[in-house]
């Protein structure tokens, strides 16, 4: 692992543990057993160290959700191949996507909030365009596709949270768990 890895790696575990805002920049070199100016070298400042962490980490959650959300007509299939993608994806990568749940629910005018802010505007542009190329299908859904990504992503979001509370980093999420969860969604979604 070179000093920038390590660098994000410790960043990652304390910003986990403590958050952002209780963190500073030495703590996270002497995690990752650098130097302050090796860490700025890098990343500038603890705000750049957070935004390429974020980007790093989440870029690959929000392109994964836009191969998943690709509708092809049969909205029950896209709707499990995007929980799924996202289940798998907090399931693997825990820390760091409690950590970008954290930050959104933080203070709006906190920097920590303004660096994950657009990454989660992204995930949910993707979740909202599969419901607005969903609707002529689902015409109950025309004009609220928005307040549908906001309850499906809610559902997936709420059980991520939740469970892992109760379970270890990489413990398979079931195929069941990830069909009951579509279930319950598409159940609200005809009634």
């Known amino acids: 692992m070179d000093n920038r890895e390590k660098i994000m790696q410790s960043a990652l575990e304390l910003f986990y543990a403590r958050g952002y805002d209780a963190v500073g920049v030495q703590e996270i070199a002497e995690g990752a057993g650098v130097t302050k100016p090796t860490l700025y070298y890098y990343f500038g400042s603890k705000y750049g160290l957070l935004e390429t962490l974020l980007q790093d980490r989440f870029s690959s959650v929000n392109e994964s959700m836009r191969k998943a959300a690709d509708y092809h007509g049969d909205v029950p299939g896209t709707l499990y191949q995007m929980a799924s993608r996202l289940l798998d994806l907090a399931n ?3 820390k760091a996507y ?3 749940m954290g930050l959104y629910h ?6 920590a909030y303004q660096a994950v802010s657009p990454l989660v505007a992204e995930l949910f542009g993707i979740v909202a365009g599969f419901f607005e190329k969903a609707s002529p299908q689902l015409g109950n859904i025309r004009g609220r596709q928005e307040q549908f990504a906001i309850g499906f992503l809610g559902i997936l979001n709420s059980y ?3 469970t892992c509370a109760k379970t270890e980093e990489g413990s398979l999420v079931t195929e069941e768990v990830k069909r009951s969860l579509v279930d319950q969604f598409m159940y609200g979604i005809f009634t």
């Open 160 to 162: 991520i949270l939740f």
């Open 98 to 100: 409690m950590l970008m």
């Open 92 to 94: 693997t990568n825990r």
């Open 106 to 111: 933080s203070a709006k005018e906190n920097e």
